[in-house]
C-alpha cells in the first residue's frame, strides 16, 4: 500500500470529517484506491459533501460537467491533485 503524503493526509481527514465515516480511518484510504464503485464504495450523494468541504476548505471549485472533475473524483491522489492545480 502507497503511504499517503501530508497533503493527502489532510484531505483523508476532511472525506472522514465530511461523511461521518465512522468504520474508516483517514489513515486507511489507500491513495490511489477509487473512491467510488469498488474502493470505498461512495455515492453521487458522497461527491457533493466531498466538493462542499473541498470548497470550505481549499475555496477550489468543482463543477460536475467539467471532465478533469470526474477524473479528480477517482481517487484520493487524484482529488488531491485537482486541489493543488486549482488552488
Not at 458522497?46 to 478533469?68: C, F, H, P
Request: glycine share 4%; with cysteine; net charge negative.
Amino acid at each position: 500500500m502507497t503511504t499517503q503524503t501530508l497533503a493527502e493526509q489532510k484531505l483523508a481527514n476532511i472525506i472522514v470529517d465530511a461523511l461521518n465515516l465512522e468504520d474508516i480511518k483517514p489513515e486507511d484510504i489507500a491513495p490511489e484506491e477509487q473512491l467510488f464503485g469498488d474502493g470505498l464504495g461512495l455515492d453521487s450523494i458522497d461527491a457533493l459533501e466531498i466538493a462542499l468541504a473541498i470548497s470550505q476548505k481549499y475555496d477550489v471549485q468543482m463543477r460536475a460537467e467539467e471532465e478533469n472533475t470526474r477524473e479528480a473524483f477517482t481517487s484520493l491522489r487524484n482529488l488531491c491533485e485537482f486541489i493543488k492545480n486549482n488552488e
